[in-house]
């Protein structure tokens, strides 16, 4: 019998042990920024990549505390507890608030809201995310001193005033090391991070001594326990906070989820993701760690090593539990310009043009995708994010909102009816004038459509019969009803019949519903253009008859 282990599960394994070596050293960066002690990021990676391997849908998502996130936690608990003894209590309660928040989400099904987030804003948000991630791993690459806030220019800035303060052995460091990551991807079986990892901690005593930084002594004292819930006045600022948490978190986790799905073609699952990052949250505030979420540099890394199912990041769990367990000291001595390396190497992946092409060649979305880039550059990660979003669905009503009516003619010889502004051999039949509304009928536009179709009623002297196709409203709402009711009205009065056309079930069983006098069931009948012209034509000769 076969025991061959399939590529496969040779690239998991080979992504996970590539990436453990960068992501303990940055649980416990990450520690320092919010202000925790170290085992604070050790637990969250912890819990982050085993609930996230177990439980998650990304197969290249890697769960454990973020930069930004731990921002957040920083500030929050500095405003709840400021510099005192309960802080790491204060924490692990906005963590375990932050969790329960992601479940809530979760149950109520909100993942579809992630649905708002179009491609070009993602793509374009991806792209600036990796340059911001790139510029602050530049201080850690060269020796500069760090770098603080999301705001591109003022970092650029920070960057050339203290650019006589960068230290060359530094410098080299890291183009050294990203000179031998470049190289390795032409070698997929040779992880390259694990590569660099290696030759930093065996020329850390050389590099220690002409000044180049290490990760530094790391002093593990695991304490779990049960947090301290709010005082009577701290519910609220508890809650404002925890869903700071969420809507920071989930802003990298789908982003990183849902980018590398378009990527390589996955689906996607938010609910789901939303209750697994809400377990994973909760756990970790249990055991006063971290809040969790799939941050992009990690899952970048995760990608370029070749990770192929979740089994890389479960991987990636037992691996840091035995370099905790046994490497500890040999991680003290990794440089940081070796990590910060390895960072920009992965989101420089993201930094392809290539990605804007189709944008640019189809003449869709350009605008949209260049926003989204310039928000994350300038407003920093999360309100780039939210303003790319909003300036979005601001296009959408603009073009919803426009009013557009196109009179259709039929062909010659062909039952077809089109737009005769497109098709200049297309006749409307005669006494009879077709218009079709562009756009879905709703409030902000169903006044300026009916407009404008009396517009074109008055254009088109000797009208009888008008058919209206509504095929573009799959609904209505009462606005667009009772515009419908003023507009045949306005019909009747002059004499003039109106038959509604390409109806959808939803918008045929509510103008039922609705029984206006002016529409009577007979023309609502009526599915096809073809069918209503008919018997318009017939209803028209008829009245002729009759009136002979």
Same mark, same amino acid.
């Given at each position: 019998?076969?025991?061959?282990?399939?590529?496969?599960?040779?690239?998991?394994?080979?992504?996970?042990?590539?990436?453990?070596?960068?992501?303990?050293?940055? $649980?416990?960066?990450?520690?320092? #920024?919010?202000? =925790?002690?170290?085992?604070?990021?050790?637990?969250?990676?912890?819990?982050?990549?085993?609930?996230?391997?177990?439980l998650g849908t990304s197969r290249f998502a890697i769960v454990s505390s973020t930069s930004s996130s731990a921002a957040v936690l920083a500030a929050g608990t500095l405003l709840l507890a400021g510099g005192g003894a309960n802080r790491a209590?204060?924490?692990?309660?906005?963590?375990?608030? %932050?969790?329960?928040?992601?479940?809530?989400?979760?149950? @109520?099904?909100?993942? %579809?809201?992630?649905?708002?987030?179009?491609?070009?804003?993602?793509? &374009?948000?991806?792209?600036?995310?990796?340059?911001?991630?790139?510029?602050?791993?530049?201080?850690?690459?060269? &020796?500069?001193?760090?770098? *603080?806030?999301?705001?591109?220019?003022?970092?650029?800035?920070?960057?050339?005033?203290?650019?006589?303060?960068?230290?060359?052995?530094?410098?080299?460091?890291?183009?050294?090391?990203?000179?031998?990551?470049?190289?390795?991807?032409?070698?997929?079986?040779?992880?390259?991070?694990?590569?660099?990892? $290696?030759?930093?901690v065996a020329a850390s005593q050389w590099l220690a001594a002409h000044g180049v930084p290490l990760t530094g002594a790391i002093r593990l004292q695991l304490s779990i326990g049960m947090p301290v819930w709010p005082s009577s006045g701290q519910?609220?600022?508890?809650?404002?906070?925890?869903?700071?948490?969420?809507?920071?978190?989930? @802003?990298?986790?789908?982003?990183?989820?849902?980018?590398?799905?378009?990527? *390589?073609?996955?689906?996607?699952?938010?609910?789901?993701?939303? /209750?697994?990052?809400?377990?994973?949250?909760?756990?970790?505030?249990?055991?006063?760690? =971290?809040?969790? &979420?799939?941050?992009?540099?990690?899952?970048?890394?995760?990608?370029?090593? %070749?990770?192929?199912?979740?089994?890389?990041?479960?991987?990636?769990?037992?691996?840091?539990?035995? =370099?905790?367990?046994?490497?500890?000291?040999?991680?003290?001595?990794?440089?940081?310009?070796?990590?910060? +390396?390895?960072? #920009?190497?992965?989101?420089?992946?993201?930094?392809?043009?290539?990605?804007?092409?189709?944008?640019?060649?189809?003449?869709?979305?350009?605008?949209?995708?260049?926003?989204?880039?310039?928000?994350?550059?300038?407003?920093?990660?999360?309100? %780039?994010?939210?303003?790319?979003?909003?300036?979005?669905?601001?296009?959408?009503?603009?073009?919803?909102?426009?009013?557009?009516?196109?009179?259709?003619?039929?062909?010659?010889?062909?039952?077809?009816?089109?737009?005769? @502004?497109? *098709?200049?051999?297309?006749?409307?039949?005669?006494?009879?004038?077709?218009?079709?509304?562009?756009?879905?009928?709703?409030?902000?536009?169903?006044?300026?459509? =009916?407009? /404008?179709?009396?517009?074109? !009623?008055?254009?088109?002297?000797? !009208?009888?019969?008008?058919?209206?196709?509504?095929?573009?409203?799959?609904?209505?709402?009462?606005?667009?009803?009772?515009?419908?009711?003023?507009?045949?009205?306005?019909?009747? +009065?002059?004499?003039?019949?109106?038959?509604?056309?390409?109806?959808?079930?939803?918008?045929?069983?509510?103008?039922l519903r609705a029984a206006l006098p002016q529409l009577s069931s007979q023309a609502l009948d009526n599915w096809s253009v073809e069918d209503a012209v008919s018997a318009s034509l017939a209803t028209t000769s008829s009245t002729g008859n009759?009136?002979?």
């Amino acid at each position: 019998m076969s025991t061959a282990v399939s590529p496969a599960r040779i690239t998991d394994v080979l992504a996970g042990l590539g990436i453990a070596g960068l992501l303990l050293p940055e $649980a416990v960066a990450y520690s320092g #920024i919010a202000g =925790m002690p170290p085992q604070a990021g050790v637990v969250a990676l912890f819990v982050g990549l085993i609930c996230y391997g177990l439980l998650g849908t990304s197969r290249f998502a890697i769960v454990s505390s973020t930069s930004s996130s731990a921002a957040v936690l920083a500030a929050g608990t500095l405003l709840l507890a400021g510099g005192g003894a309960n802080r790491a209590a204060v924490a692990a309660t906005l963590v375990l608030l %932050g969790g329960i928040c992601f479940l809530i989400a979760g149950s @109520a099904r909100l993942g %579809g809201l992630s649905h708002l987030i179009a491609r070009p804003v993602l793509r &374009g948000y991806t792209f600036g995310l990796a340059i911001v991630i790139a510029l602050k791993q530049l201080p850690h690459l060269g &020796g500069w001193p760090d770098l *603080h806030g999301d705001f591109v220019p003022l970092l650029v800035a920070d960057l050339v005033r203290t650019s006589g303060q960068v230290h060359a052995i530094t410098l080299l460091t890291g183009v050294l090391a990203l000179a031998v990551l470049y190289a390795c991807e032409r070698l997929r079986r040779l992880p390259g991070s694990l590569l660099v990892i $290696a030759l930093g901690v065996a020329a850390s005593q050389w590099l220690a001594a002409h000044g180049v930084p290490l990760t530094g002594a790391i002093r593990l004292q695991l304490s779990i326990g049960m947090p301290v819930w709010p005082s009577s006045g701290q519910w609220l600022p508890s809650v404002e906070l925890a869903a700071a948490l969420l809507l920071i978190l989930y @802003a990298e986790s789908y982003s990183s989820i849902r980018g590398f799905a378009l990527k *390589h073609n996955d689906p996607v699952a938010p609910n789901r993701d939303l /209750l697994v990052l809400g377990v994973a949250n909760v756990l970790s505030g249990l055991c006063q760690g =971290m809040p969790v &979420g799939a941050g992009y540099s990690a899952t970048s890394a995760n990608e370029a090593g %070749g990770a192929q199912s979740r089994l890389a990041g479960l991987i990636a769990a037992a691996t840091v539990l035995l =370099m905790v367990l046994l490497l500890l000291r040999w991680i003290e001595r990794i440089p940081l310009a070796v990590l910060a +390396a390895i960072v #920009i190497h992965a989101v420089s992946k993201s930094w392809r043009l290539s990605v804007f092409r189709p944008y640019l060649q189809w003449r869709r979305d350009r605008l949209l995708a260049l926003a989204a880039v310039v928000a994350v550059l300038s407003v920093g990660i999360l309100n %780039g994010l939210l303003f790319a979003i909003g300036f979005s669905l601001v296009l959408l009503l603009r073009q919803l909102a426009s009013a557009r009516v196109s009179v259709l003619g039929r062909l010659a010889g062909s039952h077809d009816f089109v737009d005769i @502004a497109q *098709h200049k051999d297309a006749v409307p039949p005669p006494g009879m004038l077709i218009l079709r509304p562009e756009e879905p009928l709703f409030f902000a536009n169903a006044e300026a459509v =009916m407009t /404008l179709a009396r517009k074109q !009623v008055e254009e088109h002297a000797g !009208v009888k019969q008008l058919v209206l196709s509504l095929e573009a409203s799959p609904d209505l709402d009462s606005t667009a009803l009772e515009s419908l009711g003023d507009f045949a009205a306005w019909l009747e +009065a002059r004499g003039i019949g109106l038959r509604m056309a390409r109806l959808k079930d939803e918008t045929r069983n509510l103008l039922l519903r609705a029984a206006l006098p002016q529409l009577s069931s007979q023309a609502l009948d009526n599915w096809s253009v073809e069918d209503a012209v008919s018997a318009s034509l017939a209803t028209t000769s008829s009245t002729g008859n009759q009136a002979q």
